[in-house]
């Protein structure tokens, strides 16, 4: 059975850190590009960034280019992404999920075609 089991998510100031981590079963971890979405209440979901396994190439949006670091550990078949200088507008319920196509991270209204997704954590930044 196919899954992605996030944790990481909290409270945190602006200004500080952390760290996310998904942990995929089921699927072959080398052939998918795997990394975060977020919703924020009333928005739309949108791509945050996504590592491609099998080169390790990284893609991040924008608004968090600087500040959140994507990494996997092959061998624990787990992606991680680091958040620092977290602001206000990074708080969103975070989900992890995996594809063949790196591109339904960043083309729109993409995610929609996303095969694998996992429950996603909630990251909240106070101000």
């Known amino acids: 059975e196919v899954h992605l089991v996030e944790s990481g998510g909290g409270l945190v100031q602006a200004g500080g850190s952390l760290r996310l981590s998904c942990t995929a079963s089921g699927f072959r971890f080398d052939d998918y590009a795997i990394g975060w979405f977020r919703q924020a209440p009333g928005k739309e979901r949108e791509g945050v960034s996504n590592?491609?396994?099998?080169?390790?190439?990284?893609w991040y949006t924008d608004r968090v280019k600087g500040r959140f670091t994507i990494s996997s550990d092959n061998a624990k078949n787990t992606v991680y992404l680091e958040m620092n200088s977290l602001k206000p507008e990074d708080t969103a319920v975070y989900y992890c999920?995996?594809?063949?196509?790196?591109?339904?991270?960043?083309?729109?209204?993409?995610?929609?075609?996303?095969?694998?997704w996992g429950r996603g954590t909630l990251v909240t930044v106070s101000s």
């Open positions: 999920a995996a594809d063949l196509d790196a591109s339904n991270w960043w083309l729109y209204q993409a995610f929609k075609y996303v095969k694998i």
């Open positions: 590592i491609i396994i099998g080169d390790g190439t990284p």
